[in-house]
């Protein structure tokens, strides 16, 4: 955004008016509980009080994972009337780049959970595995959905969707207690 | 996801911005609240309908958390924003005009003020009544370079027309305003 050119000035009459317009207006409802039921993380919460474990507990990497694949699902098949919340097209190098840049973040929390296998536990280890099988699986159509159709935005924004709930996923088992040591989890 | 080095000269990044793209929600909150006000007007006079305003002003918020890691710092946050906020109402306006009515069919124009214009000076919100009820391509383009202070040629980059267009928009919108306000 720049000043205008000579030749583009706004002509007297309208500038004293446009001069007088207020620069913020607020919106006619506090959106941010909007905006933040869409960006915020999917809780993820697998630790568990020794032989106290809600079986829906087991379910939330899955469903995590599920989420990730129908967003890819929609975003590939274009289903009517669904309108993604989506980021605006960006050139194939930036979404090279980006995806390099996630890329690094993932592995490095994966080495963690490496790190950290022997201290989970290793039914939360098997549900965590298959979803990020299925997300790496959602990771690879959708990659490959953009290499027929470089620069489509829906399915960007879904890339970037699913890496984001890799990452969340991955983030919320680095976060998860010792279910080795004496006491943890109650 | 790490903020890349940049020149400290020139680095305009509010602090904010940083935690948000860890991940702090109430980081960007805060960056929302400060914000707000300046995206929803713009949304609001480009859109020409509160409601759509509204939903175009969430989805322009939705859309910078989720590129937060594309803004390089060497332009301020606001401008980034503003210029992310623009292609997102442009993007949202395309997609409501492929099931709207063509142009001069949709009726009559939303005249409904923002709310916190309602009292102020009748020259004023008669500017915005006029401003909603101009042609959307016409009003488009009158917001973005008379309102917002783009330049012909950022226009049409971001509408997908030709300066020449632009121009001719820009020309169209200034006379019926006059015809609107005399």
Known sequence: MTTHDDDDAIPADLAGLLADLPREIEPSEDLWEGVRRE???????????????????????GLVAAAAVAMVTVAITGRPGD??????????????????????????????????????????IRVIEAALADIDSAIADVRGALRDDPGNDVLEAALAGVYQRKVQLLRSVAALPNTTEPGVGG | ???????????????????????????????????????????????????????????????????????????????????????????????EARVALPEGQAGEPEVEPPPNVRYLHQGRMDLERAIAALPTKARQVFVLHDVEGFKHEEIAEMMGITAGTARGQLHRARQLLREALS
């Open chain 1, 39 to 61: 960006i915020e993380p999917v809780p993820v919460s697998l630790g568990r009080a020794p032989n106290r474990v809600h079986p829906g507990a087991w379910l939330v990497a």
């Open chain 1, 83 to 124: 309108r993604p919340r989506i980021a605006e097209a960006a050139p194939a190098e930036a979404v090279e780049q980006w995806e390099s840049d996630v890329r690094q973040t993932t592995d490095e929390l994966l080495v963690m959970l490496d790190a950290r296998r022997s201290e989970l536990d290793p039914e939360a």
């Open chain 2, 1 to 95: 996801m790490a903020l890349p080095a940049r020149d400290p000269d020139t680095v305009l990044v509010d602090p904010r911005v940083a935690r948000a793209l860890e991940g702090d929600l109430q980081a960007f909150e805060g960056l929302y609240r400060d914000h707000v006000g300046r995206i929803h007007a713009v949304a609001r006079r480009m859109c020409g309908s509160a409601a759509f305003a509204d939903e175009m002003t969430q989805e322009v918020f939705v859309r910078a958390w989720r590129k937060l890691h594309l803004f390089q710092g060497n332009a301020r946050f606001s401008t980034w924003l503003h210029r992310l906020a623009v292609n997102a109402i442009l993007d949202g306006m395309r997609r």
